[in-house]
Structure formats: structure tokens, C-alpha cells
């Protein structure tokens, strides 16, 4: 299993009820494609460096997780379909992760 680490990105005006059904979802994907979350870290609102999507604000939450290398494809590609995300970054933390999450 490897670790990875995305950064979600979500429109302020996405209202609270949707934006936690946005980070369930998200949490439902890791675990339906054999991904074990290791922590999902609420940054909350914040001021963004440039105008994305003529918005100068947006809600962050990182999550770390470990699972197969197919898991990025199924969360990126779950992303891109879920409405308030505005972006998304993932990185690969570690190449093999002994268990699971540490």
C-alpha cells in the first residue's frame, strides 16, 4: 500500500449540510477502493493567494490516506464530478507502507 495526501479545495457559498455530504463522499470513495484514512485534517476557511473561480475565499481539508495506486484515479476522477470543489492536489507521501496506516 502506498500513502497519499489530498488537498480538497471547496467553495465558501457551498452550504454546511452539502459540504459535509462533499467530505463523506470523499471519505466513502478512500474506503470503498480498499484505502484506509489515516487523518482528515479541517483547515476551514481561508483567504486564497489568487481569485479562483472569482472567489477569494475557500474552505480547505487535507487527508492522508494509504491504499493501492488505483485509489487516486477513483478520488480524482469523484472529485472532478462533485459539485463546491473548486480544486484538489494530490501527492504520494511514501512508495510502501507496512499494515496500512501508521
Known amino acids: 500500500m502506498r500513502k497519499f495526501e489530498t488537498l480538497v479545495l471547496i ?3 457551498l452550504p454546511v449540510e ?3 455530504a462533499a ?5 466513502g470513495v478512500i474506503e470503498r477502493s480498499e484505502g484506509q484514512i489515516a487523518e482528515v485534517d479541517v483547515w476551514g476557511m481561508r483567504d486564497l493567494a489568487y481569485p479562483v ?3 477569494q475565499r475557500g474552505y480547505y ?3 492522508e490516506y494509504c491504499g493501492p495506486g488505483a485509489i487516486v484515479a477513483e478520488l480524482e476522477r469523484n472529485l472532478r464530478i462533485t459539485e463546491g470543489i473548486l ?6 507521501l511514501d512508495d510502501e507502507v507496512e499494515g496500512g496506516v501508521n
Open 11 to 13: 467553495s465558501p457559498e
Open 18 to 20: 452539502a459540504r459535509d
Open 23 to 27: 467530505l463523506e463522499k470523499i471519505k
Open 53 to 55: 473561480r472569482k472567489l
Open 61 to 63: 481539508v487535507r487527508f
Open 87 to 92: 480544486k484538489f492536489l494530490t501527492v504520494k
